[in-house]
Structures are given as structure tokens and as C-alpha cells.
């Protein structure tokens, strides 16, 4: 796969603005992620809802109620876990994720019944799909995000989140450009651009180089419990997991004739493929991450 210039070009400029973003939704303070990441989730949401319609029509038949009750629940869900750290006009986002999660998924069903007078299990099934791979990662990066809120340690609430994040972003930028100059074997049919070179090169510079980050911040107090090996092991998860994530977003999109899921970002596409390889990756280095916190 030769190196396109141009491509890199627009794809190196959307990635620097996605960058400032991110970070800024990351680093300021648990708001501007909530708020960061409720947007992610509802795009992501809307393009999957969109391909399970290309592929299958019968979903196009899902009640309203269905339609928005069922992203809902999943932002719900994101605010039941944020630790109860975070409130609004006195009442805390943990309380109001409780009682909106139960609600929004009580009027999906009722709402379904009450038009359709019965229930369409490959529909429900489709959003539960959906909730496992889109609302659920999220939320485990909202429960990461605030564990350590209000820590005395500097920066404590953020490491967790970035060492997933950051172990991503290294992995896909080193793979692409990795697979551009010296990939020569395809891995997958489902996916033709992405090589077996481009893959363990990501994946070999995505743990060597948050392996320095650690082995660098590891005399800070703030990192002190993430030694350089954790920075690896999730670095190593994370983009072992994320490689199946873009592969699973793929056959998705093939299998609804996409090449893109939206148009959100030039050169990049929409907000599933940006975020698919977190969407899988999470679910594991999460994982990894509460030994390491609870069982080290």
C-alpha cells in the first residue's frame, strides 16, 4: 500500500484539530469530558442505528419511543457511573443516571407494545447490540475518568483514561503509516487496506512508546501506580482488542454497503470509524486497569 501524500495531508490536519479537541475534553476537568463523550455517544449512536437499518429494513420499523429511548439509556447509564462526583442544582448525575436508565428503557418497551401491540426480539436484540458496544465502553470510561476526581494527587483522574486513549491514537497512526510504506501482506478480506506489517508495527510502537511515557512519568506521585509495565500491558490490550474493533466496524459497514459510517471528519469518516477500536478496546483494558487499582 503506497504512501498517499494527499490523503495523509487531510488526514493529518483533521486528526490535529480531533486532537486539540479530545484533549480538551479530556484533560480540563469531568464535565468537559461528559460533555466530550455524550456527544461521541450520541453520534456513534446515530450512524449504528442508521446501519442496522442498511442492513436490516426491519429495524426501520422500531417505534420512536425505540429510536431514542434506547441512546438515552445508554447516556443514562454514562452518568450512573461517574462515581457520584458530578451534580447538577444540588442533584447528583449518579441519582438522575439511576432513574433515567430505567425509565427510558420502561418506555422502549412500552412504547414498542403500545404501537406495534407486540415485541420484536431482533430489534431489541440489535439495540442491546447496540448498548454493549457503544453505551457500556463509554460508561467504563466514565467510571475511569472520575475514579480519582478530587484525588490530591495532580493529574491522578486523568492517567487511566489517557493510557487507554493515548495506546489507541499511537497504535492506528503507527499502523497506518507502518502499512503505507512497508505493508505488503492484507490481513483481512474484510478490511483489504490493512496489512499484517501495518498491524504488528502499530501495535510493537504503540507498546514501545507508552512504555517510555511510563518509564518518564514514573517518579511522578501521580503515576506512581501505573509502573511502566501497566503502560505497556494496556498499550498491548488496547491495540490488540482496538485491531478487532476496526475489523468488526468494518464488516459492519460492509455488510450494510458503507464505506464510511458518516462524514463527520474528513479523511476520517464518522464518529464510528474514529472511535471504533475504542469501542472494543475499552471493555478490556478496563479490565486490566481495575486489577491493577484494586489487586495490586
Known amino acids: ?7 495523509l495531508k487531510t488526514r493529518s490536519l483533521t486528526a490535529a484539530v480531533f486532537v486539540i479537541v479530545m484533549l480538551v475534553g479530556l484533560l480540563w476537568n469531568p464535565w468537559s469530558f461528559f460533555v466530550l463523550f455524550s456527544i ?3 453520534g456513534c449512536w446515530s450512524e449504528y442505528q442508521e446501519m442496522m437499518v442498511l442492513i436490516d429494513k426491519e429495524y426501520r420499523t422500531i417505534s420512536p419511543f425505540h429510536r431514542y429511548s434506547v441512546p438515552l439509556a445508554g447516556w443514562c447509564l454514562m452518568m450512573y457511573f461517574d462515581q457520584g462526583n458530578l451534580a ?3 442533584l447528583s448525575l449518579h441519582v438522575i443516571g439511576w432513574w433515567g436508565c430505567l425509565s427510558f428503557l420502561v418506555l422502549s418497551v412500552v ?3 403500545l404501537q406495534y401491540k407486540s415485541l420484536n426480539m431482533a430489534n431489541i436484540g440489535r ?3 447496540g448498548l454493549l458496544y457503544i453505551s457500556v465502553s463509554l460508561t467504563l470510561l466514565m467510571w475511569l475518568r472520575t475514579k480519582f476526581y478530587k484525588s490530591p494527587i495532580p493529574f491522578a483522574d486523568r492517567i487511566p483514561v489517557l493510557m487507554i486513549i493515548g495506546s489507541i491514537w499511537i497504535n492506528d497512526t503507527m499502523a497506518y503509516i507502518v502499512g503505507s510504506i512497508i ?3 492484507p490481513m483481512s478480506a474484510i478490511s483489504p487496506k490493512k496489512t499484517w506489517e501495518g498491524t504488528i508495527g502499530g501495535i510493537i510502537l504503540a507498546i514501545g512508546v507508552m512504555g517510555l511515557i511510563g518509564y518518564w512519568l514514573n517518579n511522578e506521585p501521580a503515576w506512581a501506580l501505573f509502573a511502566p509495565g501497566h503502560w505497556m500491558a494496556v498499550a498491548a490490550i488496547a491495540s490488540v482488542t482496538g485491531t478487532f474493533g476496526d475489523l468488526l466496524e468494518s464488516k459492519l459497514k460492509r455488510m450494510a454497503g458503507l464505506k464510511d459510517s458518516g462524514h463527520i471528519m474528513p479523511g476520517h469518516g464518522g464518529f464510528l470509524d474514529r472511535f471504533d477500536s475504542l469501542l472494543v478496546a475499552t471493555p478490556f483494558a478496563f479490565a486490566y486497569l481495575l486489577w491493577v487499582i484494586y489487586g495490586s
Open 111 to 113: 412504547g414498542e407494545i
Open 40 to 42: 461521541i455517544h450520541f
Open 88 to 90: 447538577i442544582a444540588g
Open 183 to 185: 505493508g505488503r501482506t
Open 1 to 7: 500500500m503506497a504512501l498517499n501524500l494527499s490523503i
Open 127 to 129: 439495540s442491546v447490540l
